[in-house]
């Protein structure tokens, strides 16, 4: 049973518009949010994260919203730039897990 | 190094053989985590080591699959008569010191069971 879900396997998104990846939970024990990004060869990068205690963190171009009623977070990057392009990966953890649990991820494609 | 270091990059095989993957953690880092990915699936956890503790194996898929930490750093993950739905992209992580912490990830080793 995935308790994290990217319902998206591909987003593709022309350079300068807004690009918003989206990820659904079903564990309710859930309450700290993370994303991040993959490049071909190469290992995840993070990316930003989220405390459940809060509906929105930014972090220049990218904003990541919570909606805990939802258990729905999404991921807008702002403007897109071609360098974006990349797997997103959206996890989760609670405060008794010590691992994260991980989405199967968005391929995000920035058209130039 | 200042990032996590995992070897080989490469690791072909042949179904039956055994398999070492190694994992250099951040120096410092407590925890150490291994994940695999396989083709067209998210990160699939499988093993957490913090610091002295007992090591968390509830992700391992089987008992041919094991890793040990020595020292508090160095970790080998091995694989024992491998299977062809064992073929993954192998990713080890670190953190200062684990739970809530942003993970950072080693490049990963590729193992293809032929």
């Known amino acids: 049973d995935q308790q994290v879900k990217q319902n998206s396997p591909s987003l593709s998104v022309q350079e300068g518009r807004i690009s918003i990846l989206n990820c659904d939970y079903t564990?309710?024990?859930?309450?700290?949010f993370l994303w991040y990004k993959k490049y071909p060869a190469e290992g995840p990068t993070f990316l930003i994260s989220?405390?459940?205690?809060?509906d929105k963190n930014e972090d220049g171009r990218f904003t990541v919203f919570l909606n805990k009623s939802a258990k729905h977070l999404s991921l807008h990057i702002v403007p897109s730039q071609p360098g974006d392009s990349a797997v997103y990966f959206c996890a989760a953890t609670s405060g008794s897990a010590r691992q994260l649990t991980f989405g199967s991820g968005t391929q995000l494609t920035v058209l130039p | 190094g200042a990032g996590v270091s995992q070897s080989p990059s490469n690791k072909v095989t042949e179904k039956g053989k055994d398999v070492e993957l190694r994992c250099d953690p951040i120096?410092?880092?407590?925890?150490l985590y291994w994940y695999r990915q396989s083709l067209g699936q998210g990160l699939e956890f499988l093993i957490y080591f913090q610091g002295n503790s007992a090591p968390d194996k509830s992700g391992l898929p089987s008992d041919r699959f094991s890793a040990e930490r020595t020292g508090g750093s160095v970790s080998t993950l091995t694989i024992q008569r491998t299977q062809q739905e064992d073929s993954a992209v192998y990713l080890c992580a670190s953190s200062p010191t684990g739970g809530y912490e942003k993970l950072f990830f080693g490049s990963g080793t590729q193992l293809s069971v032929l």
């Open positions: 564990n309710s024990m859930f309450d700290y």
């Open positions: 989220i405390s459940s205690i809060k």
């Open positions: 120096s410092g880092h407590t925890a």
